[in-house]
């Protein structure tokens, strides 16, 4: 009998050894024996928690979700400014928070896209997480904006972020988070000094 309080360490232990197996070895060669054995459990604890391998992906991808809401929220909870610019920064930033920009989390999230084409489970939260960036780019634009210009900005803001993660991803050197930034930044400003006009 599994001792009280173990599940949430336990999923927390695959969940990490899931990143670092997907690191080591890619999506598809991250076998259950392991990320089991990288855990230091029995493979029949991954069936235990979650059923098989879709479903430990499902949960690792819902945890870097997680990191990255809370990288975002808790940015705009510390805004002194209430501005649409600040949020719209916020949002930025949380978006190359450092939780998004390292190796495994990097390597993670590019499997999970590719993945997410073929399996519904894991393409519901990919347009989960897409309209979660889109919806609140939008908001804070549509601060300023009007509608149409709201939601144009926001979805070319939301490429733009995505975009500069890919090939942030792809380059194969460090994340330059502050280029990034700096880039995403510019078109937001171009985007919010069209209400001036």
């Known amino acids: 009998m599994p001792k009280v309080g173990m599940q949430p360490i336990r999923r927390q232990q695959l969940i990490h050894a899931t990143l670092e197996a997907v690191d080591q070895v890619g999506m598809g060669d991250a076998s ?3 990320i089991a054995r990288l855990a230091g459990v029995s493979n029949g604890i991954i069936s235990h928690y979650f059923q098989d391998k879709n479903g430990l992906i499902a949960a690792t991808m819902r945890h ?5 809401s809370e990288s975002v929220f808790d940015r ?3 805004l002194s400014d209430d501005s649409p610019r600040a949020h719209l920064q916020a ?8 939780s998004q920009v390292n190796g495994p989390a990097m390597k993670t999230w590019l499997a999970f896209w590719a993945t997410s084409m073929h399996q519904p489970s894991l393409h519901r939260l990919q347009r989960i997480n897409d309209h979660r960036l889109y919806s609140n780019l939008c908001c804070q634009f549509r601060r300023v904006l009007s509608l149409d210009d709201a939601r144009n900005a926001a979805r070319g803001l939301a490429a733009l972020i995505d975009g500069l993660w890919l090939r942030g991803a792809l380059s194969g050197d460090a994340f ?3 280029q990034a930034q700096q880039i995403a930044y510019e078109y937001m400003d171009l985007q919010l000094a069209k209400q001036a006009s």
């Open 32 to 34: 259950i024996a392991l």
């Open 64 to 68: 870097l979700m997680a990191a990255l």
């Open 76 to 78: 705009r909870l510390a």
């Open 91 to 98: 949002i930025i930033e949380g978006n190359f928070d450092a």
């Open 176 to 178: 330059d988070t502050e």
